[in-house]
């Protein structure tokens, strides 16, 4: 049984940093992926990264704030944050791709976590 588990969020002033962690369990994954969602909104791509990770992936938005990487010998995936704004507040997920698809959607992502709270307060 596949099991991802976030951690990491929490609330942060304007312009700090956060570290989320993603922890694997039942298989191991090619792609992960992090998303966010804040209220109101659909939930939108923010970083992937392959097995290897010789392909990472960003959203505009997160661009050169955000990093992703990943453990594989322990199965998990990081987020560094840094340089938070407001519109950065959400809930961030994590999600495996095993097949073949578009990084960037959400259908094309096989196992979600339960999310993680990013409070960016100003």
């Known amino acids: 049984q596949v099991h991802l588990v976030e951690s990491g969020g929490g609330l942060v002033q304007v312009g700090g940093s956060l570290r989320l962690s993603c922890a694997a369990s039942g298989l191991t994954f090619e792609t992960y992926g992090w998303f966010r969602q804040a209220p109101g909104k659909e939930r939108e791509f923010v970083a992937a990264?392959?097995?290897?990770?010789?392909?990472?992936l960003y959203s505009d938005s997160v661009k050169g704030r955000f990093t992703i990487s990943r453990d594989s010998a322990q199965n998990t995936v990081y987020l560094q944050v840094n340089s938070l704004k407001p519109e950065d507040t959400a809930v961030y997920y994590c999600?495996?791709?095993?097949?073949?698809?578009?990084?960037?959607?959400?259908?094309?992502?096989?196992?979600w976590g339960q999310g993680a709270q990013v409070t960016v307060s100003s």
């Open positions: 999600a495996v791709k095993i097949y073949s698809g578009s990084y960037y959607q959400t259908s094309n992502y096989d196992y």
């Open positions: 990264i392959t097995r290897s990770s010789s392909n990472t």
